[in-house]
């Protein structure tokens, strides 16, 4: 089966400009789940999606946005975009929410804001 | 809120060598999951071990295994037979159960080196 898939892999964009971040989970997973990595540190929580439905958000501004669709795959919005939006963007799947349910992560988008 | 410490930004160890990375967190929540991740060079993270608060026997995957210290809120991984392919950043996560706070909260990683 293939795991988590992300689009593009990588993308520079310049300071202003708006940026599209697409996700597939697993086949069979509801929950997807948006964390941003800058370079050093952990992974940090943007958005949780469940049925089509924000389950959870990160402390972020309101310049990130997202949304899940009826096959479950996922988008992440950024607009007005900052130097310091430059990072690994991860997408992660679970077959469920919940705490329970462990989450896969795809290979990451990464952005470089100049 | 949750937070979760890795103390060693950096470890090395000899090919076939045992290495333990240490993780602590804090938590108010009575049920909750850790998690070790690994992320090669290539970026994609990979799931190493979990463990579930619940559970008082140790999680173990082939050469990883973990201490969990629960009263102690520790959380190690132990690499026995380290390989080549085990240079990574690890990083050790911690989720809650609770409703609106399923997020993974993740340390800030170790980079360990396999020297061969």
Known sequence: ?114 | AQTVTQSQPEMSVQEAETVTLSCTYDTSESNYYLFWYKQPPSRQMILVIRQEAYKQQNATENRFSVNFQKAAKSFSLKISDSQLGDTAMYFCAFIGTNFGNEKLTFGTGTRLTIIP
């Open chain 1, 1 to 114: 089966d293939a795991g988590v898939t992300q689009s593009p892999t990588h993308l520079i964009k310049t300071r202003g400009q708006h940026v599209t971040l697409r996700c597939s989970p697993i086949s069979g997973h509801k929950s997807v789940s948006w964390y941003q990595q800058v370079l050093g540190q952990g992974p940090q929580f943007i958005f949780q999606y469940y049925e089509k439905e924000e389950r959870g958000r990160g402390n972020f501004p309101d310049r990130f946005s997202a949304r899940q669709f009826p096959n479950y795959s996922s988008e992440l919005n950024v607009n007005a975009l900052l130097l310091g939006d430059s990072a690994l963007y991860l997408c992660a799947s679970s077959p469920q929410r919940g705490g329970q349910e462990t989450q896969y992560f795809g290979p990451g988008t990464r952005l470089l804001v100049l």
